[in-house]
């Protein structure tokens, strides 16, 4: 499958913990001319951003920040998704923070119900509500999707989960001692940074998309959380981590997505530009805006005859 086309979204969630400035991050790579450098890779349409206007409640019920926002977000984002027509597209979305994860891939799924899925994360993502020690929703959409959830009240929308064998974990260095056993019981794939260090990201990911997909038939969706880079590369974003994996082990790993020829969706996620310096936030987007052209780059090489001039009109989407 070879998509043809590139659509923009941008997706501003943020009840997934406490700081809002997540919200800002599509727009800001807007400004530093996002839409500009896709529609010289391929035709791009960029869809604007999700109206995501619930106000944040910041009560925890069952365990969850903000559940009920978080609930009803994440199903308009699936929505969305479901209704939009992908046949030819690469949907490349920008968050927002990590829980935006779980519509985003609860509505992929629905398209593309046989998608790998590389999660590349400090952190695990895979707690549920009963395990997670800080409550917040961007430490748990996998365990929503593996599991389903649907025996809670907000989230009984759900109806699609991911099959573990589907899901690559790529760098995870902090990881609870409960996302562990979560980790064993399902036997996930997971690789962490020292490993990625040590053997190289592009040898890692074709043994574990041999592993997810033996036939290499399935498209792949990459959801990049940004502080999957080393705490000291990339300094905008809200819970970094330290001993993460070399700076270009990353840009291999797209590569090596790009490269299969099936990488069909992408996320980048948890981009803040309220924290750190102006230069810590002009470094910060600068290396997503890089990672991103890299990654594109390998995936619509081939698209030679394209000219720029062909770009899909603009069509801000009515929330
Ligand atoms: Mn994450």
């Known amino acids: 499958m070879l998509t043809q086309n590139i659509k923009l979204l941008g997706i501003p969630f943020t009840y997934g913990q406490d700081k809002s400035g997540v919200r800002l991050a599509a727009d800001v790579l807007r400004k530093y001319g996002l839409v500009d450098m896709l529609s010289e890779l391929a035709p791009t349409q960029d869809l604007g951003d999700i109206g995501l206007t619930i106000p944040k409640s910041n009560s925890v019920y069952n365990g969850i920040k903000n559940e009920v926002e978080s609930a009803m977000a994440s199903q308009r984002i699936s929505k969305f998704i479901e209704r939009e027509n992908l046949d030819e597209s690469f949907l490349l979305n920008i968050g927002g923070d990590h829980g935006m994860g779980l519509g985003v891939l609860h509505g992929l799924l629905y398209q593309r119900p046989d998608m790998v899925v590389v999660w590349a994360d400090a952190h695990g993502d895979i707690n549920t509500p009963e395990s997670s020690p800080s409550g917040n929703f961007h430490g748990m959409p996998l365990s929503f999707l593996l599991e389903g959830a649907q025996n809670r009240e907000t989230f009984n929308w759900l109806s699609r989960t991911l099959p573990a064998n589907k899901l690559i974990l790529f760098g995870p260095r902090s990881l609870d001692a409960r996302e562990k056993e979560i980790i064993e019981k399902l036997s996930i794939q997971y690789y962490s940074s020292a490993e990625i260090n040590r053997r190289g990201s ?48 990353v840009f291999f790993m797209g590569r090596a997505l790009s490269e299969t020829g099936r990488l069909a969706s992408m996320d980048i996620v948890e981009l803040n530009p309220e924290i750190g310096t102006w230069i810590d936030v ?37 929330n």
């Open 282 to 318: 002009d470094a910060t987007f600068q290396t997503a805006m890089d990672f991103v052209r890299y990654t594109l780059n390998g995936c619509f090489r081939d698209n030679l005859n394209f000219n720029s001039k062909n770009q899909l009109e603009y069509v801000q989407i009515a």
């Open 202 to 249: 592009s040898a890692i990911m074709k043994e574990a998309l041999n592993k997810a997909d033996p036939e290499g038939k399935c498209p792949i969706h990459l959801s990049l959380d940004i502080d999957f880079f080393d705490s000291e590369d990339v300094i905008s974003t809200g819970t970094r981590e330290s001993q993460g994996p070399e700076f270009e082990e």
